[in-house]
């Protein structure tokens, strides 16, 4: 019995230790597994982070792009609305002018025939004066050979 219970023992401390050594055979393949699968996770980590690095990169140059685009078309409006201003402002200035010219040809025109009608009423006031004075002359003309028939 003593070798029976020996030799158990013995079988005993061979299947002990062979579990001993699966157990240890199996956490190293764990503890490789764990490893194999950290690396990967790792590796996709940094994928992913360039991806999201290049993706705001890429958006980032995509909202620059945009808003150089939106300043370019305000510049444009902009300049649209100056030149509009400014065309319409030299419109009005030369209507203006114009008008202001017509106006006061009119009034020149006004002026003179006013200066024509004054010009005329004047020289037909020194016409009457000068029939008035040869009516005179021509009295006095009567009188003196009137006066000398009788002297």
Partial sequence: MKQAARAAQGDIKQVR???KARAEDGLK???ESYDATKASAKE???GSRQKVDESRYDLTEQARQTAREAQAKLNQYKNAAEQSLADARKTSEQKFEKTKDAITQRADEAKDAGQ???SWGQSKADEAKREGAQKVAEGAE???K???RQV
């Fill in 29 to 31: 393949e764990a503890q």
């Fill in 116 to 118: 024509s009608w004054f």
């Fill in 44 to 46: 996709k980590v940094i």
């Fill in 146 to 148: 009137r006066a000398e």
């Fill in 17 to 19: 230790e062979a579990g």
């Fill in 142 to 144: 009567d009188v003196k």
